[in-house]
């Protein structure tokens, strides 16, 4: 087994009410695992060589669409509950600058995000990502389990560090939710884990 399903760094409960219990067993314990469970089978059957989920997202053109839609669903996902926290935390004031410089102010940059959300037709995830040599920070979406460390969307968005990823697929809200993507989009700002994103920031350079 190459690849294992991180524990949740809260309880299933923890996020209530704006994601509730049962969403939270179901995504973590059957979609999350089910990523991991295939991308294994999948890389022990095309004989595809140890590496880290990283370097082989930067490479995955080279691999079958099953490999790239669960080695995207293992990574999103465990950047996912690492990017919420029960309650949300402060916003540290540099992260809070740069938003300003970026998009004109935290409340705009939220707007923004949840526009791309919104946007997005089907499946499929927004993004805050950071260029670390330009230092800018952008917004968009891809369908799937596309993520910005994939070549095959670097190519087209430019090559990022991904700092922030909401799932907008259904799985991620239907049951307490239903069709209501915007309000979903609205809720979960209570929960972003601000000091995370600021890390991933620092460790991008
Ligand atoms: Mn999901």
């Not at 067993?25 to 095309?46: F, Q, R, T």
Request: hydrophobic share 40%; with cysteine.
């Amino acid at each position: 087994m190459q690849y294992t399903l991180p524990e949740l760094p809260y309880a299933y409960d923890a996020l209530e009410p704006v994601i509730d219990a049962a969403t939270m067993e179901i995504h973590h314990s059957k979609h999350h695992a089910g990523y991991v469970d295939k991308l294994n089978g999948l890389l022990e059957e095309h004989q595809v060589a140890d590496m880290s989920i990283e370097e082989l997202l930067a490479s995955i053109s080279a691999y079958p669409t099953g490999i790239r839609n669960n080695a995207g669903g293992h990574y999103n996902h465990a950047m996912f509950w690492e990017s919420l926290t029960p309650g949300g935390s402060d916003i540290p004031a540099e992260l809070e600058a740069m938003l300003g410089e970026s998009f004109g102010s935290v409340e705009a940059f939220k707007e923004q995000f949840n526009a791309a959300a919104l946007g997005r037709f089907g499946s499929g995830w927004a993004w805050l990502g950071y260029e670390a040599g330009t230092g800018e920070l952008k917004i968009f979406s891809t369908a799937n389990q596309d993520n910005p460390l994939m070549d095959v969307v670097s190519e087209q968005e430019g090559a990022c560090t991904p700092v922030l990823g909401i799932d907008v697929w259904e799985h991620a809200y239907y049951l307490k939710y239903q069709n209501r993507r915007a309000e979903y989009m609205n809720e979960i700002w209570q929960l972003i884990n601000w000091e995370k994103l600021q890390e991933r920031i620092e460790a991008a350079g």
